[in-house]
T-cell receptor, first 114, second 114 residues
Framework: DAGITQSPRHKVTETGTPVTLRCHQT?????MYWYRQDPGHGLRLIHY???????DKGEVSDGYSVSRSKTEDFLLTLESATSSQTSVYFC?????????????FGPGTRLTVL | AQTVTQSQPEMSVQEAETVTLSCTYD???????LFWYKQPPSRQMILVIR??????QNATENRFSVNFQKAAKSFSLKISDSQLGDTAMYFC???????????FGAGTRLTVKP
């Protein structure tokens, strides 16, 4: 347990509505990540952060934005949710100082877009 | 881009037996990390084992060990004395050195039968 919590744990929303998922960590790790998990794809990186207000895109960033105003919180926003964004979303932290280290995951958020 | 392939979508093993999960990857990099993660029905992603490419010695964690063949780009996971609690999805993952983009395979669903 790397002290990572995600909220909400489950959410059902409608197409076109904005959605924000929150990742919170208690151990001041510099690197934080957002992944999505879909059947047949494993996990795919959406965005990551390497410090407060420092973020970068991952493999599947289209349709998502992120913000990190505090070390402990990393927010993932779907500005206008679509059915293709129905997925399980995982937040992760890296224990290393360069990001090149083992990643530990939060419990996940199941998002359903109707 | 790096790709990770897990060719066995599903496997089963009898309790107390040994099972090997396969993983191959494609990269032109020389320095990188490889991981096996376990995802039980609770959905939590749990690190099983990690291997640095520059280390020739295969990593071991209790009943879990890997067979890392760098030239063949192969990274298999062996589970000895399988237990019912080992029932889970297992994901192989690759990460280049000094890069935050971890790539996952599609997973292997392992069932341990009593």
């Amino acid at each position: 347990d790397a002290g990572i919590t995600q909220s909400p744990r489950h959410k059902v929303t409608e197409t076109g509505t904005p959605v924000t998922l929150r990742c919170h960590q208690t151990e001041n790790h510099r690197y934080m990540y957002w992944y999505r998990q879909d059947p047949g794809h494993g996990l795919r990186l959406i965005h990551y952060s390497y410090g407060v207000k420092d973020t970068d895109k991952g493999e599947v960033s289209d349709g998502y934005s992120v913000s990190r105003s505090k070390t402990e919180d990393f927010l993932l926003t779907l500005e206008s949710a679509t059915s293709s964004q129905t997925s399980v979303y995982f937040c992760a932290i890296s224990t290393g100082t360069s990001g090149t280290d083992t990643q530990y995951f939060g419990p996940g958020t199941r998002l359903t877009v109707l | 881009a790096q790709t990770v392939t897990q060719s066995q979508p599903e496997m089963s093993v009898q309790e107390a037996e040994t099972v090997t999960l396969s993983c191959t990857y494609d990269t032109s990099e020389n320095n990188y990390y490889l991981f096996w993660y376990k995802q039980p029905p609770s959905r939590q992603m749990i690190l099983v084992i990690r291997q640095e490419a520059y280390k020739q010695q295969n990593a071991t964690e209790n009943r879990f060990s890997v067979n890392f063949q760098k030239a063949a780009k192969s990274f298999s996971l062996k589970i000895s004395d399988s237990q019912l609690g080992d029932t889970a999805m297992y994901f192989c993952a690759f990460m280049k050195y000094n890069n935050n983009d971890m790539r996952f395979g599609a997973g292997t669903r392992l069932t341990v039968k009593p």
